[in-house]
């Protein structure tokens, strides 16, 4: 067996930040060196968290100056992660970068070239790339089962508390640059790049904190149309949401997204289903599993990382034109 890849998290406000250092932590191929937050008040803040215990804290300096650690995990909140980023590139590490990429796309960009110059990775932290129930949609429209695909949509709601949607309203994308972002990512995979983007940008709760907590875009193409709706204000909404892909020799629904459970409808038979509506048995992993071994693979050379800086740059692009921001 190989040795374990050592690696270590920069920041720790991320809301994927403690699923991030679980997976890291069990996974055989990564040794774990210790934790940086480079926040005080978030550093004060989980010094009590349990999901931290016997985790070693290190400055910003002790972790990126380790010349033995491979690759960084960047789970800094938001605004911080392409300052963070950038460091962990400049030092030589491989990243994984949560998403969305920052709020700067000439800082992204910068980022995704200093990466490739050095011959690092970046891995995005859009986790559905990475999702079994995705896997089969991709798979079903690249062999064209589903012919000629003419409508995507998605829905990924939740419901955030008072405490928690002042954090979410540094952005004007809202609901749709926090939440949103992971459906963005599978509709540019599928369908490329919209010509055309129209985002809708609501405040409906009843709250005064600016957060657009009710939001959906329509990415227009030349022969197909696809829809994002995300909101802050839905009850009980994990199990409902969904991804649906329709096209002129069937339909593929994904509902609930996580664990996933996958619906396939055929006007006929092909690859090996029948036509009409039937269940598509798909496996339940974990979140961020799959993540995490894949990118030990492509640091060993065991693989070939299989998202480039240009698709990810699109995503980012994509995402700002939907959150009603253009720097194109």
Not at 91 to 98: E, Q, R, S, T
Not at 191 to 216: A, I, S
Not at 286 to 314: M, N, Q, S, W
């Amino acid at each position: 067996m190989s040795d374990p890849i050592r690696c270590g998290l920069l920041g720790a406000g991320h809301a994927h930040a403690m699923g991030k250092l679980d997976a890291l932590r069990d996974s055989s191929d990564y040794e774990l060196v210790g934790v940086c937050e480079p926040d005080e008040a978030i550093r004060t803040r989980l010094r009590g968290d349990e999901r931290l215990e016997g985790v070693r804290w290190l400055t910003q300096e002790e972790l990126l100056g380790d010349g033995s650690v491979a690759m960084v995990a960047v789970e800094s909140t938001v605004p911080h992660l392409l300052e963070l980023g950038r460091a962990a590139i400049d030092a030589g590490k491989h990243i994984h970068l949560d998403k969305p990429a920052g709020t700067s796309l000439p800082e992204f960009r910068s980022l995704l070239d200093a990466a490739a110059d050095r011959d690092l990775i970046v891995q995005m932290g859009y986790m559905f790339r990475y999702n079994s129930g995705f896997d089969f949609i991709r798979h079903a429209v690249a062999e064209g089962w589903l012919g000629d695909v003419y409508a995507v949509h998605g829905s990924m709601c939740t419901e955030v508390s008072s405490d928690d949607r002042e954090a979410l309203a540094f952005h004007p994308g809202g609901m749709m640059y926090e939440l949103g972002c992971h459906l963005l990512d599978m509709i540019v995979l599928l369908l490329g790049v919209p010509p055309k983007v129209t985002p809708f940008l609501r405040h409906d709760g009843g709250h005064f904190d600016g957060l657009n907590d009710n939001t959906m875009v329509v990415f227009e193409y030349d022969r197909a149309m696809a829809t994002i709706e995300s909101s802050a204000l839905e009850a009980d909404a994990f199990p409902k949401r969904r991804f649906k892909v329709a096209g002129t020799g069937g339909t593929a629904i994904l509902e609930p997204l996580e664990p996933p459970a996958i619906r396939l409808c055929l006007r006929e038979p092909v690859g090996g289903f029948k036509a009409g509506w039937q269940d598509v048995p798909v496996d339940d992993a974990p979140r961020y599993v799959g993540d995490v071994a894949d990118l030990a693979r492509c640091i060993r050379g065991e693989a070939t990382f299989a998202y480039g800086k240009d698709h990810d740059f699109e995503v980012q692009r994509t995402l700002l034109r939907a959150s009603g921001v253009d720097e194109a």
